[in-house]
């Protein structure tokens, strides 16, 4: 089964905790940050583990970051343009549903992985698609290949602001809601 690791788990989260908060461009607080101390600290946290989500997040241009005694991380765009997918690629890398359907023509869909606990050692040595004696007549690529295609648009589909409930009419609140 596909799974999402913490790490991509808690990056929406706090994503998701800026985009409430406002700090985005054109959002209510756009001229403000929030600083990973402050996120840590209201949604229970470990300050480094967010700190270093943080940098991840701004190291792949969804964060901007302001560095200092007033420093923090405000959206880089909108939550509306920000999808999951976005999200996801920076800490779980390319989506491979199976090995042979991860490659369009050289490039692989940025997305989810197979987690490593779901995978067997028969699995790690297909996911090498040169490693397939039945590439040139599986029957089971075609309809693999629509499957990934299906995850990995709704995945791309999934919005930022659909994740944190905002919407034109929802005015951002000012505290972090508690996990789960």
């Known amino acids: 089964m596909l799974r999402?690791?913490?790490k991509a788990d808690y990056a929406v989260?706090?994503?998701g905790s800026i985009a409430r908060q406002g700090a985005y461009p054109g959002g209510p607080a756009s001229d403000t940050v929030v600083s990973a101390q402050e996120i840590s600290k209201q949604a229970g946290l470990n300050k480094s583990v967010v700190a270093n989500l943080l940098k991840e997040l701004a190291k792949?241009?969804?964060l901007e970051s302001t560095r200092g005694l007033r420093g923090g991380?405000?959206?880089h765009r909108t939550p509306r343009d920000i999808s999951l997918a976005d999200i996801l690629a920076v800490f779980e890398g390319p989506f491979e549903l199976v090995g042979c359907t991860g490659h369009v023509h050289g490039t692989h869909?940025?997305?989810l992985a197979l987690a490593p606990s779901m995978r067997t050692s028969t699995s790690k040595a297909l996911d090498d698609t040169s490693d397939c004696s039945l590439m040139a007549f599986c029957p089971s690529k075609r309809p693999m290949r629509l499957v990934q295609d299906r995850i990995a648009k709704l995945f791309a589909d999934i919005r930022l602001?659909?994740?944190?409930a905002l919407s034109p009419s929802t005015a951002p609140a000012?505290?972090?809601a508690s996990r789960h």
């Open 4 to 6: 999402i690791s913490k």
């Open 73 to 75: 991380y405000r959206l």
């Open 109 to 111: 869909t940025p997305l």
């Open 60 to 62: 792949h241009g969804l």
């Open 161 to 164: 602001d659909e994740l944190c």
């Open 13 to 15: 989260f706090l994503m």
């Open 174 to 176: 000012r505290t972090l």
